[in-house]
Antibody, heavy 121, light 107 residues
């Protein structure tokens, strides 16, 4: 049973870079896509981006200019960097594994525990 | 982007009630629709994937149906642990998008 555990910077000032890492336990990165998703206070869920086991990335168009998602296969973990943060980037950030039916629907399962990120001067 | 619209946005119900939440997509997403349950302070949990397939370990009180642009999630007999926010999510087109959520509260 794959479990995800995430960690990273929780309090940032505007213009700084958000950095989060998600460790994958009980399974391998190989053969799967891995995602980051966030939730602003009082808002719904927003997909940020994916990375596959080869390192190919897929980013939300609205965040693409500020995101880097990377992979460290030696440590079985993946990371999110979001640059030039503002108060609008405040929220809970989740990592997740993308489960899928081959060439068919995909869904997020399981999820990491979430990390609260606050951007404040 | 495909817009996902849930209704209602909030719902008050009692233990034992049967409730239905609707999710509408702005374009045909065939069966590429998932449902999640989210409780405060916890990670979202997938209940249903590919429109109607119950995730392993999820109570059979939960069921779902639909295809194309209209989908429903039904909880047959509400239990105390079911009070949460529910989200639909499409994985048919890039970028993946979620509905705005339906908050299910105790009456």
């Amino acid at each position: 049973q794959v479990q995800l555990q995430q960690w990273g910077s929780g309090l940032l000032k505007p213009s700084e870079t958000l950095s989060l890492t998600c460790g994958v336990y009980g399974g391998s990165l190989s053969g799967y896509y891995w995602s980051w998703i966030r939730q602003a206070p009082g808002k719904g869920l927003e997909w940020i981006g994916d990375i596959d086991h080869l390192g190919y990335t897929y980013y939300s168009p609205s965040l693409k200019s500020r995101i880097i998602i990377s992979l460290d296969t030696s440590k079985n973990q993946f990371s999110l960097n979001l640059s030039s943060v503002t108060a609008a980037d405040t929220g809970v950030y989740y990592c997740a594994k993308v489960s899928r039916i081959p060439a068919g629907p995909k869904w997020f399962d399981p999820w990491g525990q979430g990390t609260l990120v606050t951007v404040s001067p | 982007d495909i817009q996902m619209t849930q209704s209602p946005s909030s719902l008050s119900a009692s233990v034992g009630d049967r409730v239905t939440i609707t999710c509408r997509a702005s374009q045909n997403i065939i069966s590429y629709l998932n449902w999640y349950q989210h409780k405060p302070g916890t990670a979202p949990k997938v209940l249903i994937y590919a429109a109607y397939t119950l995730q392993s370990g999820v109570s059979t009180r939960f069921s779902a149906s639909g295809s194309g642009t209209e989908f429903t999630l039904t909880i047959s007999s509400l239990q105390p642990e079911d009070f949460a926010t529910y989200y639909c999510q499409q994985s048919h087109s890039f970028p993946q998008t979620f509905g705005q959520g339906t908050k299910l509260e105790i009456k």
